[in-house]
């Protein structure tokens, strides 16, 4: 889809997009041109597909929310990582063939999901954290999953720290997300909809 569309399907606006790409902080591949004259023409012809969309959604909303551009963008990249690739319980030896035990399974963007999910970012801080990001007294931790699974995650990681304890955990719905940009793409009947498998999601 071409930039306009992806404006439209996510509620974003050009200033918002074309200020993250000057800036570097887009969740999304910018191109080979980036910071040359005529690299905003380029971008505007560039070829967005759904998942850019969705991730752009993300984006515009967790940038209005008043969260800086930069952590947004680790937000969104390691969240929906944790949701396509999933996460294992620690500690797991994966010279060892056996299943893995999951605290939450890989999932396609665009699969069918049972239950709402969400992308979770957390602030925590443990003993001796100094040491361990060799000077802030926090550390920033991203999630993916239902909230019960990013909940179980949680509680997970702490048995591998001294006195870990969680600052802040901030959810975003991604399930939400997915639904206004699939919405959206229907009313003006993108030809990116064929991509999705017969329309799972």
Known sequence: MRQSHLL??????????????RRGVLPIAQGDNFGFPDDEAVFSWADFTLSDALRMRVYFDLTRS????QDV????????????HGQV????????????????PPRGLFDVWEEEIWIAREVWTCADIEEITKGPNFSVT??????????????????????RETLS???????????KVLDAAREINLPELDDLNGGKA
């Open 8 to 21: 439209k399907i996510t509620e974003g606006t050009r200033n918002e997009l074309d200020g993250g790409r």
């Open 66 to 69: 008043g969260l800086k551009a």
């Open 73 to 84: 963008k680790s937000f969104v990249g390691n969240g929906f990582a944790r949701v396509e």
């Open 89 to 104: 319980q620690r500690p797991f030896d994966f010279h060892n063939p056996g299943p893995k035990p999951w605290l939450n």
């Open 142 to 163: 991203w999630h993916g999953g239902t909230k019960s699974e990013i909940e179980r995650a949680v509680a997970d990681l702490k048995q591998g720290f001294d006195q």
């Open 169 to 179: 955990l901030q959810f975003y719905n991604l399930s939400f997300a997915r639904q």
